[in-house]
């Protein structure tokens, strides 16, 4: 089966509740256990279609029919002077991890990023003893910027998370006239 990536839509509400509900995943990100279907419906319904001159994106990874990755590049707020940092989220379902879906889901993000959407810095956290994210990350030009320590609750443990960071690796250049 070929992977294929598009913008995430409402079908997909199941397959990622589904995904989320796996206590291998939602224990790599800020979700909360027991995600329902209608939830993710609903947050979908509001990226689709993405607001009047939103940079948001929200990509599925789907194997076959099935989504088994997630990945978005969100805005980390309204102020006009960080307008051009992204924050990205990622996750694949377990039963697809270590095949490529990962890696697939960060070069389509990034080239977003870089060639269409104005974004000069993404920005993301990790916990601590993600190796395989920190891995990921690294190989796509994320740097550590620092420890956040005690910063997320898992598992009835507050754990540390590291704050990444990507510059865009060639800032976008003016064409001379007559080029």
């Known amino acids: 089966m070929s992977l294929t990536l598009r913008r995430v839509k409402p079908a997909d509400a199941a397959a990622i509740a589904e995904q989320f509900a796996d206590p291998e995943v939602f224990a790599g990100t800020l979700q909360l256990p027991y995600p329902s279907e209608e939830m993710w419906a609903q947050r979908i319904a509001g990226m689709n279609p993405p607001a009047p001159g939103s940079n948001e994106i929200v990509l599925a990874a789907v194997l076959g029919d099935r989504p088994v990755g997630l990945a978005g ?18 996750t694949v379902a377990r039963s697809a991890q270590g095949q490529g879906v990962g890696q697939a889901l960060m ?3 990034l080239d977003y990023a870089d060639n269409w959407a104005q974004i000069l810095r993404v920005e993301l956290t990790v916990f601590h003893d993600n190796a395989r994210a920190i891995r990921l990350y690294e190989r796509h030009g994320f740097e550590l910027e620092g420890r956040l320590r005690a910063d997320a609750l898992r598992n009835g443990v507050y754990e540390d998370v590291l704050m990444m960071a990507r510059l865009h690796p060639r800032q976008p250049l003016l064409r001379p006239a007559g080029a």
């Open 73 to 90: 590049l969100h805005p980390v707020g309204p102020s006009v002077r960080r307008r051009h940092v992204m924050s990205l989220g990622i």
């Open 107 to 109: 070069t389509a993000l």
